[in-house]
């Protein structure tokens, strides 16, 4: 009978959630349970806790604590009185940490009895006189053990314990168990403080004390166990000096906390933490009214005004709380008319997002994406934008803030309501966890065991481990959709037709909005919204359901209004193009990409809009690759071959150019080049990238011009196009000019004069072709470089080259020539010419010294005559301390001088000649490593300048918003345009020192 009798229990324990039914047969087993073991009222109570193994460990022990009369009432109680069997039972499945405490106050238990109305929902007053009851009885868990501290601790606890019975038990929701526990916290504190001042009489006598909680405490929101955020303020009372009043004021507040926040026989209640006051841990404990508002007037940052959203005075003098509330509230209310304001706040986010490790940002509830503080926040944002004119909005708990929003019509019902229902959902996860051990903790367990007492918490029980992932990552998914829309959804609902009880957002409140999150003209992008979102066509349908999302990213960029005046433009040059509006369906990756490319600057948008349909490509990363040569040439050679004259060919050549200097710049933008954050490898694919299509369409251009030239009559001579400079060392810039040599050959047999006039007139055509007006963007050619610059005929004949350089090349000349390479035309003349230059420019034995010293004398000249007036020597990119030049110019007198004996250092690109010189042991690594950092960095704001200006320059721009948005492409956030200043001064002072050591041979 045994065996059948066991088998049956531990099936019936089975299928009532036991995961140990071995383990609870034995418990059942206990002496202490003989009376109730059999009956199934608990197991049946058992099996509809969280956790049955743990509740029925957990009364064990409460059982077994008790002596003999007790033991008797609590078991007849918990069988007959079904309020009492659920909250204790279900508290003890839901916290170990609270059924420890029973054990070690096995007394509490009675705490739970209590089931009328007075006791469903208790406020202040009734945590007050439950603790004043409770340290009065509290007995010790070891003797000697009860101080009022420690009375308070157990008082505290028989508190939270029927705080967490009402939770579980559903008999409170979400706001009134967060609401309970702030309760709780405030009288807490009251009985901590008056705890603080019998100890010290003479300081209570002397100083006044306010104290104002802050965080989810102020808020009426508080968690299970959080910090409890303060705020102290001191006043003297009549009489009193108040230094002395300062000073007795701090010393009761340090005691105050000590008596929450120390660890004693009793645990420690929680901490309190001050850190939010002026100045941080920086800064006094406690201050005068007077000296906040100095503080707040003149030093305090827009966060510290979101965390005054939530002040609330709780403790001590409250006169003196309330006029601290008086005194600062106006100020809070005007934190979104700061001039950083919109700055402030994206910085605040990110630097919270970017806290998170690594391998805990999936699991965060609280701070990950998704997550309750996207709820949090984002409600804040939009008290301090509207709450400035609409006092309804001020209130400090989120729910009621984000119910008060919705009534206003400063967020849509629909949104509100979703982000309600994900947020009580997420909050009541992080109770939960919390309360199973008391710690605080907003992280996800991630042990099985541990998931499905939390999923059986929260009601699910069918799959609870299943179903809780799936619950928890539909909210986070829904907060992380509807954080950034709730901010501009509204704003398009104003131009919308609205559902019957929707309340429109006014025209005031859109500028606000606007205005807040950083558009400088919200008059000109209202128009702008809506033109795009009125009307009831299907673009208009679409183009409101992306454009939430699309106002967010351009909010993030240094210019919103140019993104959205972009947006505006494509969408009307494509907004009848079904591939189009399919493109912004998706919401994919082409609208993120789009969004950046818009709001980036001029240089890519002003491509764009040329030829809109180029927005094609920015819906797939490798679509965005820029391509290599070999299939640039192909298609160009195709497309001239086709065309009809040079002028139909020429433009189909630019219209590619067009097409591929959009490719690369938005794969630029977009981090689509592949080079993940290798800053120098970026610039080499850009620098690659924009010389072989630069050679391309030359290539392009060079066979049309042939071709008219010619006229179908055999050809005179051959042609071909020297790359020089940074096209020839395929380092190009957007803004980068072209320099070029023309050189041709005459063919056996024809008439050398003859030859030169189709050579020179081939030469004339090209460049004319590469910039007659169209639509797209020209190519403009320097020559400059040639023998006897301007003055020299612009094509000459190999021979000429040759009698030229031998008998007139200047030093100059052969250093030029360090660069020439390959760009078009005749590949056999090419090499011809290379092979000619090669003697020049590696000279055997290195230059002479008078060669040395003139291009020293040049390089200093150049240094002080050619620098623009007024610019500043320590930020010119070209010209300027260790920049381009600076770094060019010392690579290549050392590749003169060394180049015949190290075939390694023959090249025309900068970065691989330094890293050849140091492979080579002719500088030091760390020299080399340096001017490469410097090199790299002023090519990526030349870069930056022309792709935010849309044209070049060698400075910095001096307008704020121009600076910001160099700075974002070169990895700054907002708000560090001028940490990017500071950080190239310092590294190209450091380039510097070694162009000086290298170049001009200084010793010291």
Not at 571 to 586: F, I, K
Not at 612 to 635: C, F, I, K, S, T
Not at 666 to 682: E, I, V
Not at 865 to 890: I, M, N, Q, Y
Request: some cysteine; proline content about 5%; hydrophobic content about 45%.
């Amino acid at each position: 009978m045994r065996d059948g009798r066991r088998s049956s229990t531990f099936t019936r324990l089975l299928r009532h959630g036991f995961t140990d039914p071995s383990g609870a047969e034995a418990l059942l087993d206990v002496p202490e349970l003989s009376s109730v073991r059999t009956d199934p009222v608990l197991l049946d109570a058992l099996g509809v806790t969280a956790d049955p193994d743990l509740a029925l460990r957990s009364l064990v022990r409460l059982v077994q604590s008790q002596d003999d009369a007790d033991r008797h009432t609590l078991l007849d109680t918990l069988i007959t009185a079904k309020p009492l069997r659920d909250r204790l039972l279900g508290v003890l499945g839901a916290s170990e940490a609270l059924g420890e405490h029973l054990s070690r106050q096995p007394h509490d238990w009675h705490a739970l009895v209590t089931y009328d109305s007075s006791d469903l929902h208790p406020g202040v007053g009734d945590f007050e006189a439950a603790l004043r009851k409770g340290m009065t009885h509290a007995r010790p868990a070891a003797p000697g053990t009860i101080t009022p501290q420690n009375a308070l601790r157990v008082a505290y606890r028989r508190c939270l314990l029927a705080i967490a019975a009402r939770d579980v038990c559903g008999t409170s929701d979400l706001a009134e168990t967060a609401g309970e526990l702030a309760d709780l916290a405030t009288a807490t504190l009251r009985a901590a403080l008056a705890i603080a001042m019998r100890e010290a009489p003479a300081d209570a006598a002397t100083g006044r004390l306010a104290v104002v909680a802050m965080g989810k405490t102020g808020g009426h929101e508080l968690n299970y166990v959080s910090d409890v955020d303060v705020i102290f303020v001191a006043a003297a009372p009549e009489g009193v000096d108040e230094g002395a009043a300062v000073q007795a004021a701090t010393r009761l507040a340090a005691r105050m906390m000590r008596v929450c926040s120390e660890t004693t026989a009793e645990g420690r209640i929680w901490e309190v933490d001050a850190n939010l006051r002026p100045e941080g841990k920086n800064g006094p404990l406690v201050r005068t009214l007077a000296s906040h508002v100095a503080y707040y007037r003149r030093w305090a940052k827009t966060w510290e005004f979101q965390a005054l959203l939530k002040a609330r005075p709780v403790a001590g003098d409250d006169e003196l709380g309330h006029a601290y509330l008086d005194a600062l509230a106006p100020m809070v209310w005007q934190a979104a008319d700061r001039e950083n304001f919109v700055t402030d706040v994206q910085e605040m986010r990110r630097r919270v997002v970017d806290n998170i490790p690594a391998a805990q940002v999936e699991r965060e509830l609280k701070l990950g994406p998704g997550g309750l503080r996207d709820v949090e926040f984002a409600v804040q944002l939009l008290q301090l934008v509207h709450g400035r004119t609409d006092p309804a909005l001020r209130s400090r708990t989120t729910l009621t803030a984000l119910t008060q929003l919705a009534e206003g019509g400063y967020v849509g019902r629909a949104d509100a309501a979703a982000l309600d229902a994900a947020y009580r959902f997420l909050r009541s996860m992080e109770h939960r966890i919390q309360l199973y051990k008391l710690r605080r903790t907003h992280l996800v367990p991630e042990d099985e065991a541990d998931l499905r007492r939390l999923g059986r918490s929260l009601g699910l029980r069918a799959e609870p481990v299943a179903e809780l992932n799936r619950e928890w990552r539909r909210h986070a998914k829904e907060v992380r959709r509807l954080h950034e829309k709730i901010f501009y959804r509204p704003l398009l609902d104003a131009f919308a037709q609205l559902e019957p009880g929707e309340t429109r957002l006014s025209p005031n409140a859109a500028r606000q909005r606007l205005e807040a999150l950083g558009y400088l003209d919200p008059a000109a992008a209202l128009r702008h919204l809506e033109a795009l979102a009125s009307g009831v066509s299907r673009k208009a349908a679409i183009q409101r359901t992306l454009l939430p999302v699309l106002l967010g990213w351009f909010a993030d960029s240094a210019d919103p209004d140019a993104g959205l005046l972009n947006f505006r433009k494509v969408s009307d040059a494509l907004g009848r193009t079904p591939w189009y509006l399919r493109l912004l369906r998706d919401e994919g990756a082409a609208a993120v990409n789009l969004a950046r490319v818009l709001s980036a600057g001029r240089f890519a948008p002003d491509l764009l809009m040329r030829a809109p349909e180029a927005v094609a490509l920015l819906g797939d990363a490798e679509g965005l690759r820029p391509h290599g040569y070999a299939a640039l040439a192909q298609e160009v050679h195709a497309a001239v071959s086709r065309a009809g004259n040079a002028e139909t060919a020429v433009t189909v050549v630019r219209g590619v150019r067009r097409r591929e200097l959009f490719r690369t710049a938005a794969a630029d933008l977009t981090g689509a080049l592949g080079t993940g954050d290798d800053a120098g490898a970026a610039v080499d694919v850009v620098g690659a990238a924009l010389s072989d299509l630069t050679r391309a369409t030359i290539g392009g251009a060079l066979q049309a011009a042939v071709e008219t030239v010619g006229a179908g009559e055999p050809p005179l001579t051959r042609i071909a196009v020297i790359g020089m400079g940074r096209f020839g060392g395929r380092e190009m810039g957007y803004g980068s000019d072209v320099d070029v040599l023309f050189v041709h050959e005459p063919l056996e047999g024809a008439d050398e004069t003859a030859a030169a006039r189709a050579a020179l007139k081939v030469a004339d055509e090209t460049r004319r072709l590469l910039q007659i007006p169209t639509s797209d963007p020209p190519l403009l050619i320097d020559a400059d470089l040639r023998p006897e610059g301007k003055s020299g005929p612009l094509a000459r004949s190999l021979a000429s080259y040759a009698a030229y350089y031998r008998r007139w090349s200047l030093v100059w000349e052969s250093q030029a020539l360090l660069r020439a390479a390959p760009a078009a035309g005749d590949a056999g003349l090419t090499e011809r010419f290379l092979a000619l230059a090669d003697p020049l420019r590696y000279p055997r034995g290195g230059p002479s010294e008078e060669a040395v010293v003139e291009i020293r004398r040049l390089k200093a000249r150049m240094e002080t005559e050619r620098l623009p007036r007024g610019a500043d020597p320590t930020t010119h990119t070209k010209l300027g301390r260790g920049g381009l030049s600076d770094v060019e110019w010392t690579v290549q007198l050392l590749q003169m001088r060394h180049g015949a004996e190290h075939g390694t250092l023959r090249t025309p690109h900068t970065r691989t000649a330094l890293a050849a010189l140091r492979d080579a042991g002719l500088a030091d690594a760390e020299d080399t490593a340096v001017l490469d950092d410097a090199w790299v960095l002023a090519t990526r704001v030349r870069n930056a300048v022309m792709l935010v200006r849309g044209r070049s320059g060698d400075t910095f721009p001096s307008d704020g918003r121009e600076l910001a948005a160099v700075g974002r492409y070169l990895g700054y956030g907002p708000g560090h345009a001028g940490d990017l200043v500071d950080d190239y001064r310092r590294i190209t002072r450091r380039a510097r020192g070694v162009v000086e050591r290298l170049f001009y041979e200084y010793e010291d």
